[in-house]
Nanobody
Framework: QVQLVESGGALVQAGDSLRLSCAGS????????MGWFRQAPGKEREFVAA???????YYADSVKGRSTIARDNAKRTLYLQMSSLTPEDTAIYYC????????????????????WGQGTQVTVSS
């Protein structure tokens, strides 16, 4: 299990931008496929974005074009830059790692991820 700690969540206004960070504890960070998920009140956890060890990225349609997932392996940190935020983006955001890896058919499946952070709250006011 990898220890993951998210940060950067905040209360922001619609239209603002935000960058979330996720610090990992393992020296094998650079080998891991990683992702961001979110869970809004009363809703199931949903996929947001994923990045492979090789830098390949995938995004949910709901954030595509206004979000960027990136990783800094030297700092063992995963990022999610989001812009043009709306109240629909309000959720707890979780980062996760996949020791098994994923492919272009299952990168969005939460079950492919085996380590999760505690989450960081993002609230967007209208």
């Amino acid at each position: 299990q990898v220890q993951l700690v998210e940060s950067g969540g905040a209360l922001v206004q619609a239209g603002d931008s935000l960058r979330l960070s996720c610090a990992g504890s393992t020296h094998t960070f650079h080998t891991l496929a990683m992702g961001w998920f979110r869970q809004a009140p009363g809703k199931e956890r949903e996929f947001v974005a994923a990045i492979g060890w090789d830098g390949i990225t995938y995004y949910a349609d709901s954030v595509k074009g206004r979000s960027t997932i990136a990783r800094d392996n030297a700092k063992r940190t995963l990022y999610l830059q989001m812009s043009s935020l709306t109240p629909e983006d309000t959720a707890i955001y979780y980062c996760a790692t996949s020791g098994y890896g994923w492919n272009n058919r299952n990168f969005h499946v939460a079950g492919r991820y085996d380590s999760w952070g505690q989450g960081t709250q993002v609230t967007v006011s209208s």
